[in-house]
């Protein structure tokens, strides 16, 4: 009988083998060659093609998928500073082999899925020194985190009758700081709130926010007869890698009721660094607590976590199941609680599974030495702008990023500011080193941001060399 | 300079390699042995350890994924009926290795993987006959998928404004039938609008949604100064696989000016299937439609799409970026439009690209033909149930799904629901077949969900007969 299983195991073992030859021979050269490339106009035309009607073999699809490889984000590449990317690990191939041999449907049911991604809430709950008592969900990353943080704090003001009633007719506001990322705001605009009732606080002149501002905002809501109810603190801004003052964020959300949540994308990560770790005190004090682990931590993407200490709001917020999906406690159906009891997705793959391999392949100590080298390669980096003459620093480096322009006499802000933007595009181009841009008090910024175990020294000096040559050239 | 990369690169591929060769078996196997066993407690108790601080043997961790192969859902074994669960395809392997190797977060920025996932959601407006100018995004699935529409739908129907000022005063209420998924009211209340604007439509005896009852309550609604403007279909309901006069409903929404959805999970797919394509008609007149491609599809956990008629709706409803994502339209930071305009999530995997391999791999013809063939398979079992003294048919076989129980006289309706719900535990643990339960007009039914490229009609046919078995000795 035909099924969709290869007719020939033999030359389906041979396709697959190939392409596992491929795969670890990019992660092999993952040094070597440039960091981005355009996808070719010539590969792109090859790519538009009909709905495939009929069967195409499997050694033709296999050589397209070879064919792809080079025209990733470049992220993988020891030089990509672009935005904030992990650089991803070779374990990973291994874990994600066995994820696609399992194929499970991780929303539920009493699977070994269910287990593993268990243990890996429970390490993330020691990680950061949560209760036991907490719940968690291993999720695609930061902003689905957050979504589900801030449905849970939504829920919970609202005595849980908002997942029944709406929430037409409350009154809630939060609060992050202007220099939190746009996944807070794009969350309270999926809950029903409106980025307008996430309040932004004024920052310090060193990013974090200004606790001075809160307290007044606070007070003006409620004075309006608005109801604060959640605080959003930062583990690392995504302009310049500034951690909020966690502890006083903490003791603030408190004394005023706010549920306290901290966005720790890629920060929070930094507590496996022993030098960095006692900057985030107080993130074991947060309600929820949203992070990555494909960022500093390198697992591949997609794969991010909410943390939540309420595990009954938690539950409150998301569960309710219909009778199809009815748990007796008996068999496969068993396997209390079950993943869609705590977020949005009844399907969900099996991403836990990498997270587990790869944090037993590495352990937390390599993981932290990285990240405190990457931080060490950022203050070299600021060390060098600081000292050259034709570029500036925008921002003071304190973590792993560095934001800096170049600078030529005689030209105007916002020349500039087309000037740099040209560089960062230039030297993408020439495929030596990928930065982004951001802006910084309105200016135009390179951004280099390093969260990279590929990376040494002498990447960041290559890169600032260039920068200098093409920047004299333009 | 230490990284995450391994050492011994020799030692790296040899366990890659036994990792591939034990996966491709199991999916050689996936006919043999149980459909599903428990996790054994050995196991579990060796799975729960500390958080690892130390670098763990790559060999030992290849090792205990290897262990877990067993002790997956049993979706890919030809007699797991549970819910709709696709069974997968080893080709997904292949895929699933390159795509690891990309790494690519597909939230935005030039690279191949939007490339792919364009060319994926252009297959599928062709798949469904929606205008060119449709958009499109590859999700988790469809609990995903209607979140992202509805999202769509509330902010147009409040002219955007929803965004920044939140649903508060708003009116909205939708419609759907007392069948429909569960996802539809979850992203009722995730998007703050509640669970009960959501209306409960009547069924007919065929579990198609009655459009008298619609009618009446919108026409109710709207004479209680409420705003109707969602109305959502469904296209094989999870109970009995019904599939609702989605003509019928598109003419009504049109006349209504509501926002026609359908829910297509498992069933929209069936339109690569000939004899039940014209079953769908009206899909093709809907605002959103969303379904999964790792149900009827076989592509692997997880990967879903919606589409979206009204291109400019989809990217209001999410797009805003701010300035570390700018899109200078030059290099890197190119590509427009990105995936994140048109989604909750800014960290996305890259599984894009497992179903475009999948399509190319098997066409969408092969793909329909095991989807009618479960249809003969489900009618077989409903015929053989009707003629078996001791079974009931609880509906009527339309789809792929057949809902029966075990009939003893004497025993009254409560302790008939216990004892069937016991049944299927027992098959399950017998490992011989897993259908799952439900109920049907209040009656505890065993549902059999045939959404298997490999199952064949000795399956069902061997299901049947160890069902009476059991039920004799029970």
Redesign the interface.
């Known amino acids: 009988?035909?099924?969709?299983?290869?007719e020939d195991?033999d030359a389906?073992?041979t396709?697959?083998?190939t392409?596992?030859d491929?795969?670890?021979e990019?992660?092999?050269l993952?040094r070597e060659g440039r960091v981005?490339t355009?996808?070719p106009g010539a590969?792109?035309a090859r790519?538009?093609?009909?709905?495939?009607?009929?069967?195409?073999g499997?050694d033709t699809?296999?050589k397209?998928?070879?064919e792809?490889?080079p025209?990733?984000?470049?992220?993988?590449h020891p030089r990509f500073f672009?935005?904030v990317?992990?650089?991803?690990?070779?374990?990973?191939?291994?874990?994600?082999?066995?994820?696609?041999?399992?194929?499970?449907?991780?929303g539920g049911?009493?699977?070994?899925?269910i287990?593993?991604e268990r243990?890996v809430v429970?390490?993330c709950r020691?990680?950061f020194a949560f209760p036991q008592s907490a719940s968690g969900l291993i999720v695609?990353?930061?902003?689905?985190a957050t979504?589900i943080a801030a449905?849970t704090a939504?829920d919970r003001a609202l005595d849980y009758e908002?997942?029944?009633?709406?929430?037409?007719?409350?009154?809630l506001v939060g609060y992050t700081s202007a220099e939190a990322h746009?996944?807070l705001?794009?969350?309270?605009?999926?809950?029903?709130?409106?980025?307008?009732?996430l309040r932004k606080v004024a920052v310090m002149p060193d990013f974090q926010i200004d606790l001075d501002d809160l307290r007044q905002q606070v007070a003006r809501d409620r004075a309006d007869g608005l109801q604060p109810f959640f605080l959003a603190g930062t583990a690392g801004t995504?302009?310049t890698g500034a951690i909020d003052d966690l502890s006083a964020l903490a003791k603030f959300a408190a004394d005023e009721q706010l549920w306290f949540h901290v966005d720790g994308a890629f920060g929070a990560c930094a507590i496996t660094a022993q030098n960095i770790a006692p900057r985030l005190r107080g993130i074991e004090r947060a309600d929820s607590l949203a992070f990555?682990f494909?960022k500093w931590m390198?697992v591949?993407?997609?794969a991010?976590c909410v943390l939540i200490r309420d595990a009954a709001a938690h539950r409150k917020a998301f569960a309710?199941?219909?009778?199809?999906?009815?748990a007796?406690g008996?068999?496969?159906?068993g396997g209390e609680p079950w993943p869609v009891d705590f977020g949005?997705?009844?399907?969900?793959?099996?991403?836990a599974?990498k997270v587990w391999?790869h944090?037993?392949?590495?352990?937390?100590?390599?993981?932290g030495?990285?990240i405190a080298r990457n931080c060490e390669q950022a203050a070299h980096l600021g060390a060098l702008v600081d000292a050259h003459p034709d570029f500036e620093l925008l921002a003071a480096v304190t973590l792993n990023i560095c934001c800096f322009r170049y600078v030529r006499p005689g030209l105007s802000e916002s020349e500039l500011d087309e000037l740099n933007?040209?560089l960062?595009?230039?030297i993408?181009?020439a495929g030596t080193a990928?930065p982004?841009?951001?802006?910084i008090n309105g200016r135009l910024a390179i951004?280099v941001n390093i969260t990279n175990?590929?990376t040494?020294i002498e990447d960041v000096e290559l890169l600032l060399r260039t920068l200098a040559d093409i920047s004299a050239a333009s």
């Open positions: 009988m035909s099924t969709l299983d290869p195991w389906f073992r396709a697959a083998n392409m596992l491929a795969s670890i990019k992660f092999q993952a981005w355009p996808t590969l792109k790519l538009a093609r009909d709905l495939p009607a009929q069967p195409g499997l699809i296999t397209q998928l070879i792809l490889l025209y990733g984000v470049g992220n993988t672009g935005w990317h992990g650089a991803g690990s070779p374990g990973n191939l291994i874990a994600e082999i066995a994820a696609a041999a399992l194929n499970a449907n991780c049911r009493d699977h070994v899925g287990y593993i243990q429970d390490w020691t990680l695609s990353g930061t902003s689905m979504i449905k939504r908002s997942r029944q009633q709406g929430v037409s007719g409350a009154r746009a996944c705001a794009r969350a309270f605009d999926m809950i029903g709130l409106g980025t307008d009732a995504v302009n990555d494909h390198h591949n993407y997609d991010g309710n199941r219909p009778d199809y999906l009815a007796d008996q068999a496969l159906a949005p997705e009844l399907s969900r793959g099996f991403r599974l391999a944090l037993q392949e590495h352990g937390t100590e390599k993981i030495e990285a933007e040209s960062i595009a230039k993408q181009m990928a982004s841009s951001t802006r951004r175990h590929r040494r």
